[in-house]
């Protein structure tokens, strides 16, 4: 973990950066792979005056999407490999989940995916304006409990930062299987610049389930797909 310089931000972050003891090729991964990755300086002790990532230098001018806390990677590396005109940067602070989705970009080969193993917020610190044709946020943590939902992705601390580096008319999509969750999605995203374009619960046509979509169908919760587009 890299230390904050003191102009940092403090940004609360609840939830788990490390599970269970990573198998020895896992560590590998990370060790020989993550550097490759990296979109770049994000973090604050290599970036303490937040300059701009180079995204041409990134994806050779490529379009750009987001994956926001990736879990496993599975939707990731997926639409990286059925979209090699796209480059997508995904951000994922839990450090297991990282290990996974190396494991399988070497599976699957994919050349266009970078990775961020942390907070999203500091990306987008870190990203220009207008930078980003596609975001997904794919089974956000749900937090619950009433007094826990300021703790949600779809509040302002998030989605103003996230306004910010998409491009208008870029489209948004979020997955959950909280009813709760669609409700405040549909409160809160719409007034940080965005137009609601849909609400199903049929997934969208280049969909994979994620582990965490797996685990919620088992468990009897329904999943609902919601589809935004920035405002111009
Ligand atoms: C319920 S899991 C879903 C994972 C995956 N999208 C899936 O569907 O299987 C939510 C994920 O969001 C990640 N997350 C939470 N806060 C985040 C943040 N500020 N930036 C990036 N990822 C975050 C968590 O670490 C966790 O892996």
């Given amino acids: 973990m890299s230390q904050k310089p003191a102009n940092a931000p403090w940004r609360n972050f609840y939830g788990r950066r490390k599970g269970h003891a990573l198998r020895d090729s896992q560590e590998a991964y990370l060790?020989?792979?993550?550097a490759r990755l990296s979109p770049g300086?994000?973090?604050?002790?290599?970036n303490?005056?937040?300059?701009?990532?180079?995204?041409?230098?990134l994806f050779g001018g490529r379009p750009v999407w987001l994956e926001v806390g990736f879990g496993g990677g599975e939707h990731l590396v997926h639409q990286a490999a059925t979209n090699p005109d796209v480059g997508i940067i995904g951000?994922?602070?839990y450090i297991n989940g990282v290990a996974m989705l190396l494991g399988k970009i070497r599976a699957a080969g994919v050349t266009n995916l970078a990775v961020h193993p942390g907070d999203v917020r500091d990306l987008f610190d870190v990203l220009p304006d207008a930078s980003v044709a596609r975001a997904f946020l794919l089974y956000p943590d749900p937090w619950p409990k009433a007094r826990h939902h300021r703790r949600r992705f779809v509040t302002p601390e998030h989605l103003q930062p996230l306004a910010r580096?998409?491009?208008?008319?870029?489209?948004?999509?979020?997955a959950t299987d909280i009813p709760d969750y669609v409700r405040q999605t549909l409160e809160e995203v719409p007034p940080a610049g965005f137009d609601l374009l849909g609400e199903s619960g049929v997934a969208w046509d280049d969909w994979i389930?994620?582990?965490?979509?797996q685990k919620a169908l088992r468990?009897?919760?329904?999943?609902?797909?919601v589809t935004f587009r920035r405002r111009d």
């Fill in 165 to 174: 580096v998409m491009q208008p008319g870029a489209i948004f999509r979020v």
């Fill in 41 to 46: 300086a994000v973090d604050w002790d290599v």
């Fill in 48 to 57: 303490p005056e937040r300059n701009a990532l180079d995204l041409k230098a």
């Fill in 31 to 34: 060790a020989e792979d993550l």
């Fill in 209 to 213: 389930p994620t582990r965490y979509e």
């Fill in 219 to 225: 468990e009897g919760r329904v999943p609902h797909y």
């Fill in 91 to 93: 951000a994922e602070p």
